[in-house]
């Protein structure tokens, strides 16, 4: 699944070898450069919203330029979708959590197994995305979609899936 997972954009004048080369070497600075960035959020404990604000600009950013070369299945732009829907989330921004859930979860479901516990948590993640939001439809299906991988991976009687079963019956 290589080729799939370093895609690169159709286009009708295709990048070159150089180019590419070149977009998976600052994906990789700025995979680093958010790493650190992240790192020192912990270490100075620094006020959550001007960094998360940073850390935002710099997936988003990153992406915007990226996405030149890349599509969207590329593990690089998987990153760093991964991370800004995690900054997105810490800000306790639902919204943008869920736009960026939304564009993960197709390509997590093609490049991990069916039964991938990345997929199911993802899936979980988005249910209750939806249910913040007050898309119960969407929710309940998206937690359902995690049940089944859990129940597998887990087994049936797991604790994970009892309390994701309980959270249903709550919404």
């Not at 937690?143 to 079963?165: F, N, Q, T, W």
């Amino acid at each position: 699944q290589d080729k799939e997972k370093l895609e690169i954009r159709k286009l009708n004048d295709p990048p070159s070898a150089e180019t590419v080369r070149d977009m998976i070497k600052y994906a990789r600075n700025v995979i680093e450069e958010f790493r650190r960035a992240k790192h020192y959020k912990y270490i100075l404990c620094l006020t959550l919203t001007p960094l998360a604000c940073e850390l935002l600009e710099i997936c988003e950013l990153s992406l915007d330029k990226m996405s030149a070369v890349f599509e969207d299945s590329n593990v690089y732009m998987l990153h760093m979708m991964y991370q800004a829907m995690g900054v997105c989330l810490y800000v306790q921004d639902w919204e943008g959590a869920l736009r960026y859930g939304q564009k993960i979860i197709r390509p997590y479901s093609k490049h991990y197994p069916s039964y991938s516990l990345n997929v199911a948590s993802m899936w979980l993640k988005l249910g209750r995305l939806y249910v913040a939001l007050e898309n119960r439809t969407a929710g309940v299906k998206a937690l359902k979609r995690a049940i089944a991988i859990m129940e597998v991976a887990h087994g049936k009687d797991h604790p994970y899936i009892s309390e994701i079963k309980k959270e249903l019956e709550d919404h």
